[in-house]
């Protein structure tokens, strides 16, 4: 079974600092991986995923993560926070298996506060 | 707007009551999932139908059920509410692809 966790339920930076929130998976084979934002009172929108090719994946809002295999990873990273960062983010992961079968398994959240 | 609609947004009912969500997917996506979150379980895949039949089952009570109709709207039924039901129900839909899906903008349910 495939397992998500997200390092840190909460993660404050500076306007202007490095963002840097941690995501680890455990699958038995390398899934499909994704990062999405939530806003207060909204749904889930999407960030970016990985599903095949260069593991440095470049998102909206300047969001990237790169995919490394070696550590199980795909941690979300922006150069400069804003304010307008200030949401909760969901790593999730999807099976390469059976077509259709696209369920995402989530972590935890990281709510991300940024100080003015 | 996401393309994905839910109704209602904002659900209040009792303890042992019967309800009904509603979700239209984004146009052309055959994939209708639903999602639960909760402050104690997290984000949780309840079920996933792929045009009209169940394709795939995940943490979802018996007393709740689902289903997607020729239109490709769906609908879940959950009954029996317990205080523990109260949560943000989220519908997503996809089409059949690896890409992620879209997600709706959720029902909060509240069992009093």
């Known amino acids: 079974a495939q397992s998500v966790t997200q390092l840190g339920s909460h993660v404050s930076v500076s306007e202007g600092a490095l963002v840097l929130l941690r995501c680890n998976y455990s699958s038995s084979v390398p899934p499909y991986l994704f990062w999405y934002v939530q806003y207060p009172n909204q749904g889930l929108q999407l960030l970016l995923k990985?599903?095949?090719?260069?593991?440095l994946v470049k998102g909206i809002n300047g969001f990237e993560a790169e995919f490394k295999k070696s550590e199980t990873s795909f941690h979300l990273t922006k150069p400069s926070a804003h304010m307008s960062d200030a949401a909760e983010y969901f790593c999730a992961v999807s099976d390469r298996g059976d077509t259709g079968r696209r369920a995402l398994t989530f972590g935890s959240g990281t709510r991300l506060q940024v100080q003015p | 707007d996401s393309g994905v609609t839910q109704t209602p947004k904002h659900l209040i009912t009792a303890t042992g009551q019967r309800v009904t969500l509603r979700c239209s997917p984004r146009?052309?996506?055959?994939?209708v999932y639903w999602y639960q979150q909760s402050l104690d379980q997290g984000l949780q895949f309840l079920i996933q139908?792929?045009?009209?039949?169940?394709?795939a089952k995940g943490n979802i009570l018996e007393r709740f059920s689902a289903q997607q109709f020729p239109d490709l709207h769906s609908e879940l039924n959950l009954s029996s509410l317990e205080l523990g039901d109260s949560a943000l129900y989220f519908c997503?839909?996809?089409?059949?692809?690896?890409?992620?899906?879209?997600f709706g903008s959720g029902t909060r349910l509240t069992v009093v």
């Open positions: 146009s052309g996506d055959l994939s």
């Open positions: 997503a839909s996809s089409q059949d692809s690896p890409y992620g899906y879209t």
């Open positions: 990985y599903t095949t090719g260069a593991t």
């Open positions: 139908y792929y045009n009209g039949e169940e394709r």
